[in-house]
């Protein structure tokens, strides 16, 4: 959200979506709540400086490396707590009355995302140095479980996101990382996670990559990249026939593109998207039922109005959806 103020950004969820609330992020208050800084504290080695977030490998890392094991080893959850100055808008919504929600949803960046992005000293990707990724998988597996746990005094259904915008570089020249490696950070981090286990990505991917794990929820750009999908019906019919949802991120993050939409607008770009699935073989009454409508991604970038109306847009596009199709 592109608030400062966690109370405002925190009414607007409570206001908009009511049966799945999300705590939200704030990236423009603070360098600490950019997503690769959000988790970051009390990984081995890590050093914000300004608007800068390394890894500093020159330091002996053996010691904090034990540390992080041995609280890993003995599920310390409480150890890798989510600080306010880290994150004000999740310690606002814990302090919220919510009602009795149908479950809350959290996030943690992805250890693909985090690992690509974040470098050590020498602007190399902390990914690509086996022990730190490893070790970076079970830093967020421990920030993912103590985030739950604080969400179930909200609701006892819990939604917990990998954010994974990196996917989209899997498989370019840029990137040297294989399916298993991919498949193995994300298994880790979901191995922290007892509720539902969503992953979301903002652009293209091969999806076949995250539809083979244990998720529960795939969340992507539905706006923009819905044609992607259609490419793996087999993939997309198994994750629904285990009981897997989507979310479509129908809802625009771009501000020019949400001045032109309205509720049917949307709807009309949804039944779209869900009608090629179904000409590719894909049950229409588990793409319908199996749903969740989202924004497509993030909502920061955008002015405090322009989040709203995406909000309410979204909020109209569920109500109109469910009298269509539920």
């Not at 949803?105 to 250890?111: D, L, R, S």
């Not at 193995?184 to 293209?204: A, D, P, W, Y």
Request: proline share 6%.
């Amino acid at each position: 959200m592109p608030h400062t103020d966690p109370k405002e950004a925190c009414s607007l969820v409570a206001r908009f979506l009511p049966e799945i609330p999300a705590w939200p992020q704030l990236p423009k208050r603070s360098f600490l709540e950019n997503m690769y800084a959000q988790f970051s504290d009390g990984f081995p080695g890590v050093v914000i400086e300004g608007d800068r977030i390394y890894v500093d490998c020159a330091k002996d890392l053996e010691k904090p490396l034990e540390q992080l094991y041995a609280y890993y080893l003995e599920n310390k959850v409480e150890k890798y707590a989510i600080s306010p100055d880290h994150a004000a808008g999740l310690h606002e919504f814990l302090k919220m009355e919510l009602g009795a929600p149908f479950a809350t949803k959290g996030q943690v960046t992805g250890p693909v995302t985090w690992g690509l992005t974040v470098t050590d000293e020498n602007r190399r990707p902390v990914l690509y140095d086996d022990t730190l990724a490893d070790a970076l998988a079970k830093h967020l597996h421990l920030k993912a479980a103590w985030q739950e746990r604080e969400l179930k005094a909200i609701s006892p259904n819990t939604i917990i996101f990998v954010d994974e915008p990196y996917m989209a570089s899997i498989g370019s020249a840029f990137v040297s990382l294989t399916r298993e490696q991919v498949t193995s950070l994300l298994e880790e981090v979901f191995s922290g996670i007892s509720g539902l286990k969503g992953i979301h990505c903002c652009g293209n991917t091969d999806w076949s990559i995250l539809l083979s794990t244990p998720l529960d929820i795939l969340s992507f750009d539905a706006y923009n990249y819905s044609y992607t999908i259609v490419l793996y019906p087999e993939e997309v019919k198994a994750f629904l026939e285990r009981g897997g949802v989507i979310a479509w991120g129908i809802v625009p993050h771009d501000e020019q593109d949400l001045k032109g939409e309205i509720v049917k607008s949307l709807i009309d770009r949804l039944e779209e998207a869900i009608g090629a699935l179904n000409r590719k073989g894909v049950s229409f009454r588990l793409l319908t039922e199996q749903c969740l409508v989202t924004p497509s991604c993030g909502l920061g970038s955008l002015s405090e109005e322009a989040a709203a109306w995406a909000l309410e847009l979204l909020a109209g596009v569920s109500k109109e959806f469910r009298k269509r199709h539920v």
